[in-house]
T-cell receptor, first 111, second 116 residues
Framework: QKEVEQNSGPLSVPEGAIASLNCTYS??????FFWYRQYSGKSPELIMF????GDKEDGRFTAQLNKASQYVSLLIRDSQPSDSATYLC???????????FGQGTTLQVKP | GAGVSQSPSNKVTEKGKDVELRCDPI?????LYWYRQSLGQGLEFLIY????????KSGLPSDRFSAERTGGSVSTLTIQRTQQEDSAVYLC??????????????FGNGTRLTVT
């Protein structure tokens, strides 16, 4: 079992729709979680981080964390073609603190 | 500097040669990470530094790979006797706050390594 798992996609949504990206993790002691966006040929850039159970909103983005279910998600409202990218979920290791990334989900927003 | 700086940005080397990749983190960031990303793949963890020590080097693929960090700042990733499978983008990232409440990682632009 991978430590952080994501569906590779591609996830295709129409422009203006809500995109829902999901991530599960195996380390029950993980404390911090991150969502990064990566355009082709570029480095990952931070979208959001979340430490506590519940929702955290920032503009069109909402991160959700459920530690009991070991589940993290990212919602993108009013999706735009410019949101088309690979979205990486990352969680911290409770043993050493390293950040472990999932394989990423490719999002395609169609005009 | 304003961000994480990596050099060189591109490196082409012959199989069997040694290479050194450099990372200059954001000033004051105590944690430094190295990841590797092959084409179309996710981020593969290599090693993590907290200050000058490496609490986790479990991702280094073989004993041909080594890394060090000096003065709690600059880090060098060395690959000896390079192989074609070492071809990838090597990404360095740094963060301000140590584990377990990791602050976000800030990534450099990466070094694209090609072994011919």
């Amino acid at each position: 079992q991978k430590e952080v798992e994501q569906n590779s996609g591609p996830l295709s949504v129409p422009e203006g729709a809500i995109a829902s990206l999901n991530c599960t993790y195996s380390d029950r002691g993980s404390q911090s979680f991150f969502w990064y966006r990566q355009y082709s040929g570029k480095s990952p850039e931070l979208i959001m981080f979340i430490y506590s159970n519940g929702d955290k909103e920032d503009g069109r983005f909402t991160a959700q964390l459920n530690k009991a279910s070991q589940y993290v998600s990212l919602l993108i409202r009013d999706s735009q073609p410019s949101d088309s990218a690979t979205y990486l979920c990352a969680g911290s290791s409770s043993n050493t603190g390293k950040l472990i990334f999932g394989q990423g989900t490719t999002l395609q927003v169609k005009p | 500097g304003a961000g994480v700086s990596q050099s060189p940005s591109n490196k082409v080397t012959e199989k069997g040669k040694d290479v050194e990749l450099r990372c200059d983190p954001i000033s004051g960031h105590t944690a430094l990470y190295w990841y590797r990303q092959s084409l179309g793949q996710g981020l593969e963890f290599l090693i993590y530094f907290q200050g000058n020590s490496a609490p986790d080097k479990s991702g280094l693929p073989s004993d041909r790979f080594s890394a060090e960090r000096t003065g709690g700042s600059v880090s060098t990733l060395t690959i000896q006797r390079t192989q074609q499978e070492d071809s990838a983008v090597y990404l360095c990232a740094s963060s301000l706050v140590p584990a377990p409440y990791n602050s976000p990682l800030h990534f450099g632009n990466g070094t694209r390594l090609t072994v011919t």
